[in-house]
């Protein structure tokens, strides 16, 4: 009697989901939930557009034209960008090397597959804000209203560690260490990967407020989010949107007054003017690549290309080889950079 379903594919695709990618590889739930689309779509476009309903999907269905087919669906049809593209490739050329490493039989599968090229993704722009154009958004905020004074220390704060939004959402109130000498952040990054990034002086004192308000002492507790919204009287982490819905609403009051802010002011922008403000300042790009949590030194690279200022300031000093000044000290330097070091690198805490 047929099976109904090939019962080897579904099952290593539970395999892949559940025990493979949580516990072997230890990737994050954002991972994981990434990969679990990508085969729900692709179950779905054979479902689809194929009329090949779950029931008869099997493993010898796949090859590279139907893999490149389903590539072509993601981007004409669904309107995905290049991007995502790749990464839903990169899912399945990841789920085809693990099914071959479980049966031997579909090594062969997993090489076409694994033969299909990414896509070249266009060079994106690095949008940031001026020095000037940053003061005036922090401005912004009506402090005397205590979700004014929420929203702008997140911006302060997330300037400050130049993390990225969700990672500023994620965080919750023991992940900030007051210390009168090295206070510093933890911030879990990609694939569960920790860092510890020291905090500036200015942005402890808006920290400190900010706790009295939101987190007083007799209530405070470890594993409280540090940002939240209270909706039908329970306390729930702030939202992606909340947080860009606000800036938003900010960046438009501080265009009127500063023709230097960007006619959309969105929460990455913070992430990239730190970047950008600590390589002007003299960061070596090694150390600002372990800063903003970078594996790969060329992804930080994309900071050096942006910052025309830089390329300008350059060739002005190289047309004018007769002026000189003194070297202004870099803006990431502290008075003992030795332990300034040893923060950023993770040696102490």
């Known amino acids: 009697m047929k099976k109904p379903y090939d019962e080897e594919l579904f099952t290593t695709i539970r395999d892949f989901l559940t025990v493979f990618l949580p516990k072997q590889k230890c990737c994050s739930p954002l991972t994981i939930k990434s990969y679990r689309e990508t085969i729900t779509l692709l179950l779905e476009f054979l479902k689809q557009i194929k009329s090949i ?199 438009k009051l501080a265009k009127k007054i500063c023709s230097e802010v960007p006619d959309q002011v969105h929460p990455h922008q913070l992430r990239n003017s730190r970047a950008i403000h600590l390589y002007r300042g003299g960061m070596p790009m090694p150390l600002l690549a372990e800063y903003l949590g970078h594996v790969d030194i060329k992804t930080t690279s994309v900071y050096a290309y942006a910052d025309t200022e830089m390329k300008r300031a350059a060739i002005l000093a190289a047309t004018n080889t007769n002026q000189s000044s003194e070297p202004e000290l870099p803006v990431w330097r502290m008075e003992n950079d030795e332990e300034f070091l040893k923060i950023l690198f993770g040696f102490k805490s």
């Open 53 to 251: 309903p779950y029931s008869n999907v099997t493993f010898q269905l796949f090859n590279n034209s139907l893999v490149t087919e389903f590539l072509e669906w993601i981007e004409c049809i669904r309107n995905c960008s290049t991007s995502t593209r790749n990464q839903r490739l990169a899912a399945l050329k990841s789920f085809f090397k693990y099914a071959g490493i479980r049966n031997p039989a579909r090594i062969a599968c997993s090489m076409e597959i694994n033969n299909i090229p990414s896509k070249r993704v266009p060079a994106t722009i690095v949008e940031f804000l001026t020095e000037n154009a940053l003061k005036t958004l922090f401005q912004q905020p009506d402090t005397t209203k205590k979700l004014n004074i929420r929203d702008q220390f997140f911006m302060i704060l997330m300037y400050d560690l130049a993390g990225r939004n969700q990672k500023i959402l994620d965080l919750s109130v023991g992940d900030v260490t007051v210390s009168p000498k090295n206070p510093y952040v933890r911030i879990t990054g990609k694939g569960s990967k920790q860092r510890l990034v020291p905090l500036m002086e200015k942005t402890m004192k808006h920290f400190q407020n900010y706790l009295e308000l939101f987190h007083p002492v007799e209530k405070r507790r470890s594993d409280d989010p540090l940002f939240y919204t209270i909706i039908h009287g329970k306390i729930h982490r702030m939202s992606p949107d909340n947080s860009a819905s606000f800036m938003m609403r900010y960046g």
